[in-house]
């Protein structure tokens, strides 16, 4: 079985000349920056976050893990919903995990009220470890190097135990985690278990696979390295095991141990596992700006990539790539632009389909409305991503459209766009 994300990268040729600039994570908002639906609604997009369904899935997912912990993973800032709009939802059903990976989302999450665990899932820069202090991140440790300073820190400020993780490589991911297969990373672990001053909370690893065959193989590698830990002075006792992501959690029981994180599930996101249980959470909208009539035969946007083959008529959506909606979900009808000729972008207006044509521009993109004329308006609503009537535009179109991953978008577009829960 091809995976998405090996699909979606032997895809992106196209994505890879249109791909969206990376985006440096903005200061994050514990109110939001006070913005209402109805400010959010006057702009040229907007995403609007559904809280029922965040609330939902949490459900969904306890019941299938039973008494298991449940780690909210809320890093991208939520996986681009945001972490403010979303902590009051936290709160209510009383998760007493969260994974996190900046300062600025345990902070957020700290002033609305959060007062259980804050676990960071990525290595942490020095600065970052020493600003995470004030809200009792837990940091994620796969080096004798991040051991020391946290160690110091630890002395410098008195206190007795810095919480931690320790980060494991049994999954094979070769990011931040001890390698115990070798003698290096043995003696690695070892260094690392000899500072007094690090309070070890937990075990991780991660799985960079959906085989089933890779991830049980990871598993007793994960168990084994744990074995080998304890034989070397670790105490488990209160040690909290966790290796599940969301596919995992799914579909592997065995690897629920102590705690599942879980991430993209909660946000309707599941993957590759053929499930509707889980409702998506985010919708991105915008409004028609203009619709104008053109003759058959005329071009459409830069590099004439689409020819009209009728008389048209056709909607200005005032929403481009500097908003984080790719130039990969551009529409050619022309031989010349093949990879382009392949997409069959839609958006929703009124509750139907309407296709994209011709390219995504900075600013702006062309929806063909011929077929519905009679029936849209200046100001209509377009849904982008999300629902509207009858219809969807689903995570699956979305990337099947743009040879890109999914979360990689909604992210960029979570840190672009405003977002504001919906009504």
């Known amino acids: ?25 903005p200061v994050l908002s514990a109110d939001n920056f006070g913005l209402t639906l109805e400010q959010a609604r006057r702009r040229n997009g907007w995403i609007e976050i559904d809280a029922a369904a965040f609330e939902a899935n949490i459900d969904a997912v306890r019941a299938v893990i039973g008494s298991v912990r449940l780690c909210a993973v809320m890093k991208a800032d939520a996986y681009g919903n945001g972490v403010a709009l979303l902590m009051p939802s936290i709160l209510k059903k009383q998760i007493g995990e969260l994974a996190i990976a900046s300062n600025d989302e345990a902070r957020v999450a700290r002033r609305l009220g959060y007062r259980g665990r804050l676990v960071r899932v990525r290595a942490a820069t020095a600065a970052e470890m020493e600003d995470g202090a004030p809200f009792a991140v837990e940091e994620l440790i796969g080096n004798p190097d991040a051991a020391a300073h946290l160690q110091a820190l630890a002395k410098k400020s008195g206190r007795r135990r810095w919480p931690v993780h320790l980060a494991l490589n049994s999954g094979g991911m070769s990011r931040n985690g001890i390698e115990l297969s070798s003698d290096y990373g043995k003696a690695d672990a070892r260094a690392v278990l000899g500072f007094d001053r690090l309070g070890i909370k937990g075990a ?3 799985y960079p696979s959906e085989e089933e065959a890779d991830i049980l193989g990871q598993l007793h590698r994960y168990l084994e390295d744990l074995a080998w830990l304890r034989s070397r002075g670790l105490s488990t006792d209160g040690v909290l095991r966790h290796t599940a992501n969301s596919f995992a959690t799914l579909k592997h029981r065995e690897t629920w141990l102590d705690m599942v994180r879980v991430g993209g599930l909660l946000y309707g996101d599941p993957g590759s596992v053929a499930v509707d249980t889980y409702r998506p959470t985010m919708a991105i909208k915008s409004r028609i700006a203009a619709i104008n009539h053109y003759p058959v035969g005329q071009t459409v946007n830069y590099d004439r990539t689409y020819r009209l083959e009728r ?14 909606y790719r130039r990969g979900f551009s529409h050619a009808n022309r031989p010349e632009f093949p990879a382009e000729g392949r997409n069959r972008t839609q958006v929703l207006i009124r509750g139907r389909r309407f296709p994209v044509v011709g390219r995504v521009t900075m600013n702006t993109m062309m929806v063909d409305v011929t077929e519905g004329r009679d029936l849209t308006r200046l100001g209509d609503e377009v849904v982008l991503f999300g629902a509207q009537g009858g219809e969807r535009i689903t995570q699956a179109e979305f990337e099947a459209n743009s040879s890109a991953y ?5 992210a960029v577009l979570g840190a672009t766009l405003p977002r504001v829960l919906g009504a």
Request: charged content about 10%; hydrophobic content about 50%; aromatic content about 8%.
């Open 1 to 25: 079985m091809m995976q998405r994300r090996a699909f979606l990268a032997a895809g992106a040729s196209l994505a890879a000349a249109s791909a969206t600039p990376g985006f440096a994570a």
């Open 204 to 206: 991780m690893t991660h």
């Open 311 to 324: 008389e048209s008529w056709l909607a200005n959506i005032p929403l481009g790539y500097s908003d984080g």
């Open 406 to 410: 999914g979360p990689e978008m909604l």
